[in-house]
């Protein structure tokens, strides 16, 4: 069985302040991949980042960060001085070894200017 | 190439009635899925396939069946639509890599109310 548990439900910040999203996932695998996704008002889900349980190293891609850490089971994303247009729903996911995908409840980030 | 489409984008059903949502993409996937979103709970698994002719159930497949019978269509069958069924409906389809999805190409949505 897998897990994907996003606490935090919604978090509001100013324009150019940092946030950060939690995710915490539960496998009993040894390789599994993790996702983020974006779900902006409009409505679609667009990929941003995978990760392969076998890379621990952390991925910077503009203003936007991944801290994967093995040891506690946690896959957080940052998004650095945000702008409005980050305004989104994110989700975090995990597939593991049966063909499933596990999506968390996902974070509602309002981004206020 | 156009990705994953769904059809119809928006579509009101009376409890009891039947419908498909149609589903197809053109970059040769394996894997396929119907997922639906409620709201505060994320996107839920209904059914997947890993090939024509190869379907399994997911998390919440109760009210649903699924086929495949080319590597292109996923067509999702609500058998006879419940109020609970009110949700957001979204295909996706992706390559496999070792037994385990990879990213995941979403289509954009049928939004399905049922009275």
């Known amino acids: 069985a897998q897990k994907v548990t996003q606490a935090q439900t919604e978090i509001s910040v100013v324009e150019k302040e940092d946030v950060t999203l939690d995710c915490v996932y539960e496998?009993?695998?040894?390789?599994?991949?993790l996702f983020w996704y974006k779900q902006p008002p409009s409505g679609e889900l667009v990929f941003l980042i995978r990760?392969?349980?076998?890379?621990?190293q952390n991925e910077i891609s503009g203003r936007y960060s991944w801290n994967f850490q093995k040891s506690t089971s946690s896959f957080n994303f940052t998004i650095t001085a945000s702008q409005v247009v980050d305004s989104a729903v994110y989700f975090c996911?995990?597939?593991?070894?049966?063909?499933?995908?596990?999506f968390g409840a996902g974070t509602t980030v309002t981004v206020r200017a | 190439n156009a990705g994953v489409t769904q059809t119809p984008k928006f579509q009101v059903l009376k409890t009891g009635q039947s419908m498909t949502l149609q589903c197809a993409q053109d970059?040769?996937?394996?894997?396929m899925s119907w997922y639906r979103q409620d709201p505060g709970m994320g996107l839920r698994l209904i059914h997947y396939?890993?090939?024509?002719?190869?379907?399994d159930q997911g998390e919440v497949p109760n009210g649903y069946n699924v086929s495949r019978s080319t590597t292109e269509d996923f067509p999702l069958r609500l058998l006879s639509a419940a109020p609970s069924q009110t949700s957001v409906y979204f295909c996706?389809?992706?390559?496999?890599?070792?037994?385990?999805?990879?990213?995941?190409?979403f289509g954009p949505g049928t939004r399905l109310t049922v009275t």
């Open positions: 396939s890993v090939g024509a002719g190869i379907t």
């Open positions: 996911a995990l597939s593991s070894n049966d063909y499933k995908l596990s």
């Open positions: 990760r392969n349980s076998f890379d621990e």
């Open positions: 496998t009993r695998d040894t390789t599994y991949y």
């Open positions: 970059m040769n996937h394996e894997y």
């Open positions: 996706a389809s992706s390559i496999l890599s070792d037994r385990r999805p990879y990213e995941q190409y």
